[in-house]
């Protein structure tokens, strides 16, 4: 069975957004940091090009921050949250033709998921997997043993 999802991966994703979130805040008091002394350098003769420095400075910061926070942190945090949840709930077994479909969608304040069906004795059982693991997935086609929390695909055994 290859298992989709690991503790090492949780922690993995954890340790991204742990470090990430302390990189944005080093970021931001780093340019407070210089900032202050900027100001304490102030005199009449530079007093316009010091506030020019401190404003692009903390504007450089600020944006370099909500980049940070945006495009890393939150989809590092989704992640571990997800694959932590993975191991939270009780997993089921199913069998079956998997098809895996081309179109994702975003899942707000958590994961980018495609949609999967899987074509089994009972009829077709549609289920999710996480779209960043779509590639450790077998082809469209192929006759799997799928283990699922919460309708995501957690695991799969190529049976034929």
């Known amino acids: 069975m290859v298992r989709l999802y690991t503790p090492e991966a949780a922690r993995h994703w954890q340790r991204r957004a742990w470090i990430t979130f302390s990189l944005s805040l080093g970021l931001v008091a780093l340019a407070t940091i210089i900032n202050i002394i900027l100001c304490g350098r102030v005199n009449t ?42 191991f939270s709930a009780e997993s089921e077994t199913h069998e079956g033709v998997l098809t895996v479909h081309k179109d994702s969608f975003h899942i707000p304040k958590s994961v980018t998921v495609r949609k999967a069906t899987l074509e089994t004795t009972e009829g077709p059982l549609s289920l999710s997997v996480s779209s960043g693991l779509v590639h450790k997935l077998p082809k469209n086609g192929s006759t799997v043993r799928v283990t699922t929390v919460r309708k995501y695909i957690t695991g799969y055994e190529v049976i034929a």
């Open 45 to 86: 003769a530079n007093a316009a090009v010091l506030q020019a420095a401190c404003t692009l400075l903390y504007v450089l910061a600020g944006w370099a921050c909500i980049l940070l926070l945006y495009f890393v942190y939150d989809p590092a945090r989704a992640m571990a949250t997800h694959i932590g949840g993975m």
